[in-house]
């Protein structure tokens, strides 16, 4: 079997990459319309950091991966193709700001309609709004050449980057959506058989396509719901004393709800859960539903609350001004294990200090200075990228980043932040120095002793902080 990929993204890159792993007796090739991205896929330094793909691509890279950019060769000797382009949230026209834009997934499907000389399973992996596979099937069938047959298939994708290697070869489930026809239960048992070369039968699901689709956005739905959840009660354990960890922790030891994902932060980035609720409230209001939409609605907003409730404590907790305030920024990428930062809570965070006239120091241990750049003089983030080139420095190790800052703001949980020498990181900075974990993986009591004020998400530590949530403002 002979199967191609469109967009080696974040999920079409470790996807093929493990597939091709799993199977020696299926030739795969990935395509993408970025000439840059594909080169550096064939090259020593890959263009996403996964924590095992380098080993993974490693070995089967030209001996059953290829990647490339000749799309129309890929599309013409495929039985098989995924379509994983990146689906992200409309900036302009109807639906601006919530809806899915598909252009990308457009253009692929018009490709393979264009391109495709024999029958081919077309695969949605990206992930789409309900219905979307009606729009694949519409124009690959409108501009159908003679004698060629397609079936369309949902198949969303779950990993989770900085695990997605685990995630892809350890899946909870694979979810594979199909028209209800004995061509469709055909393409989806064809489908089914890829899989089935590492993933036990029994995980490997089969509903109708709207089922399919539907269960990915849900699925993000749900996840995220849980972090605004907690996260909206890290903000009454601040108020009474209560401990955020050690609430969660007893919810969580009830079986009904489970331990995992309650874990409260700074507010929860990346590519898909904001967008995937955009889409998902956009598709309520569609289909005239408000009170669904309002609901999840709630989720994003909980979410942009707590971004900013935790930018806002760094100002207050500094005398209520960091104008020409020197502040470490630790972590920048929306989660451990990845270099990736879209939507960061880490850009929200910065923007906020950048707005107050804070200098910032950052480090990162996986992102390139040049995205941190990008990020922070996008347009929606400032209107004047030159003032903010200058107030931002980037530093390849953490204790240069400290150097004589005021405080010390850890928005990503990377491992290496646990072990930092806090000693020598305290002899470094400005006094009184101020240490805010928006992450919660720090030895907090150990940083009260060597003399740092610590702030962190749903617990409270500071006399002066507990007099503020009584409405009492400390003398300076
Ligand atoms: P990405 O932006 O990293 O990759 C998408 C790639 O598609 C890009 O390299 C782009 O150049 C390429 N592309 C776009 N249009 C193309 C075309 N017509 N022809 C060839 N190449 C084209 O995106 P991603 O993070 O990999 O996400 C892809 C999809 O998977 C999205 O729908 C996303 O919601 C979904 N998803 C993402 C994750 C994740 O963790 N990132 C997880 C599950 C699902
Ligand atoms: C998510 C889904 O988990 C995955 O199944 C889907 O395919 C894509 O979207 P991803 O965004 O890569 O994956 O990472 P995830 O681990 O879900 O984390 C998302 C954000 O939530 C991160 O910013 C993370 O730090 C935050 N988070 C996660 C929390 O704040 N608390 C938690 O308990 C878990």
């Keep these: 079997m002979k199967v191609c990929c469109i967009g080696a993204g974040y999920v079409g890159g470790p996807t093929c990459a493990v597939m091709a792993l799993k199977c020696p007796d299926i030739t795969i090739t990935l395509v993408d319309k970025s000439a840059e991205r594909i080169a550096q896929w064939n090259s020593e330094k890959l263009p996403i950091y996964e924590p095992g793909l380098d080993e993974v691509v490693k070995k089967c890279r030209n001996v059953n991966l290829f990647f490339s950019t000749d799309i129309t060769t890929a599309i013409k000797e495929a039985d098989l193709i995924f379509i994983s382009v990146n689906t992200p949230t409309k900036t302009c026209g109807s639906g601006k700001g919530r809806a899915a834009d598909l252009k990308y997934v457009e253009s692929a499907a018009r490709m393979i309609a264009e391109i ?21 099937m519409h124009i690959l069938r409108a501009n159908q050449k003679p004698g060629i047959h397609y079936d369309i298939l949902s198949n969303p994708e779950f990993l989770a980057e900085g695990t997605a290697i685990n995630d892809l070869l350890n899946a909870d489930r694979v979810l594979i959506g199909g028209e209800e026809t004995a061509e469709g239960h055909q393409a989806v048992e064809k489908l089914s058989w890829i899989y089935e070369h590492w993933i036990p039968k029994k995980h490997i699901l089969t509903t109708n396509t709207w089922s399919s ?9 749900f996840l995220a719901q849980r ?3 907690i996260n909206s009660l890290s903000a009454v354990c601040e ?10 922790r007893a919810v969580g030891l009830d079986s009904r709800i489970g331990s995992k994902f309650l874990q409260a932060s700074v507010g929860f980035g990346g590519s898909c859960f904001q967008k995937d609720i955009l889409n998902l409230i956009y598709i309520c209001e569609n289909l005239n539903l408000p009170e669904v939409a309002a609901y999840w609605q709630q989720v994003i907003d909980m979410n942009d609350y707590q971004k900013r409730r935790f ?24 989660k451990k294990n990845t270099g990736d930062t879209r939507e960061t809570a880490a850009i929200t965070v910065c923007q906020t200090l950048l707005e107050e006239g804070a200098k910032l120091e950052i480090y990162d241990p996986k992102v390139e200075p040049e995205q941190i750049i990008d990020d922070l003089t996008h347009p929606s983030v400032t ?21 004589a800052t005021h405080a010390l ?15 020598r990181i305290y002899q470094s900075m400005m006094k009184p120095a101020y240490i805010f974990d928006g992450r919660k993986i720090l030895d907090h009591e150990r940083l009260l002793q060597i003399g740092f004020h610590v702030q962190t998400i749903g617990k409270k530590y500071q006399r002066a902080g507990l007099l503020r949530s009584w409405g009492i403002v400390p003398q300076l």
């Design 409 to 423: 703001v850890l928005c990503t949980e990377w491992d290496e932040f646990v072990d930092l020498d806090y000693k």
């Design 116 to 136: 495709a000389q024999s029958n081919k399973i077309v695969v949605e992996k990206s992930t789409v709004p309900v219905r979307a596979a009606e729009s694949i």
């Design 311 to 334: 930018s806002q404590k760094i100002i207050e907790s500094l005398f209520n001004t960091v104008s020409d305030k020197r502040i470490a920024i630790l972590g920048f990428a929306f």
């Design 239 to 248: 108020a009474t004393g209560a401990d955020v960890s050690e609430v969660a």
């Design 227 to 229: 972090i605004s959840s």
């Design 213 to 221: 689709e539907l269960s990915k956005l849900a699925a993000n739905a």
């Design 383 to 403: 209107e004047s990228p030159e003032n903010v080139k200058k107030a931002v420095q980037i530093h390849s190790d953490p204790y240069s980043a400290v150097r």
